[in-house]
């Protein structure tokens, strides 16, 4: 177990409708980054933030949001719906980062869209 | 073009056979270089980090190339737990943060 923890595990959405997505971050980790796997692909970078703020982005629309708290527990918000968001979300902590550091993923939560 | 690209596979092989995996990477500024395995419907977790000099984890040995943008990984005698998907990710550091980029992953089926 990495003692990284996310929820919900698994939930269904229609198009449309906002969902937020929950990550609690290994004990001492302040630094939470988000990826989307679609089925048969590799993770995708949504975003990470550091301390609270976010420090970096990938090519994903501004509907994908975020936020992380003083506890460094971090929150992924998708508004508007899509099909194509049907996708496993792991978010992944870390102490700091940069090239040494390591990241310890969450089980995931598993999006379907209809 | 892929940031990250490998042969999708599948791989079947015996147990007890050698499996190579290769990988390149086209981000020169990638600063390091690792090698997750995910099984199905699971969350990837890291086998090894990847060294110039090579590096050898039991029975796996990673090797990089940096001057090619080549990434390997080499599994021996293979066993049926070692069926699952392999990654190759590479970490890019930027100003204020870094981001893993994976590659598609390859799949592994080992049989008895």
């Known amino acids: 177990e990495t003692g990284v923890t996310q929820s919900p595990t698994h939930l269904i959405k229609t198009r449309g409708q906002q969902v937020t997505l929950r990550c609690s971050s290994q004990?001492?980790?302040?630094?939470v980054s988000w990826y989307q796997q679609a089925l048969g692909q590799g993770p995708q970078f949504i975003f990470q933030?550091?301390?609270?703020?976010?420090?970096g982005r990938g090519n994903f629309p501004p509907r994908f949001s975020g936020l992380q708290f003083p506890n460094y527990s971090s929150e992924l918000n998708v508004n508007a719906l899509e099909l194509d968001d049907s996708a496993l979300y792991l978010c992944?902590?870390?102490?700091?980062?940069?090239?040494?550091?390591?990241?310890?993923f969450g089980q995931g939560t598993r999006l379907t869209v209809v | 073009r892929k940031e990250v690209e490998q042969d999708p596979g599948p791989f079947n092989v015996p147990e007890g056979a050698t499996v190579a995996f290769n990988c390149t990477y086209s981000?020169?500024?990638?600063?390091?270089f690792f090698w997750y395995r995910q099984d199905c419907r699971k969350e990837p977790k890291l086998l090894m980090s990847v060294y110039s000099s090579g590096n050898e984890d039991g029975r796996f040995t990673a090797q990089l190339n940096r001057a090619s943008q080549y990434i390997s990984l080499l599994i021996r005698d293979s066993k049926l737990s070692d069926s699952a998907t392999y990654l190759c990710v590479v970490n890019i550091v930027e100003e204020y943060g870094n981001k893993l980029v994976f590659g598609a992953g390859t799949i592994l089926r080992v049989k008895s």
């Open positions: 981000n020169s500024a990638s600063q390091s």
């Open positions: 933030y550091y301390r609270e703020e976010e420090n």
């Open positions: 004990s001492g980790h302040n630094t």
């Open positions: 992944a902590s870390s102490l700091g980062w940069g090239a040494s550091t390591e990241a310890f």
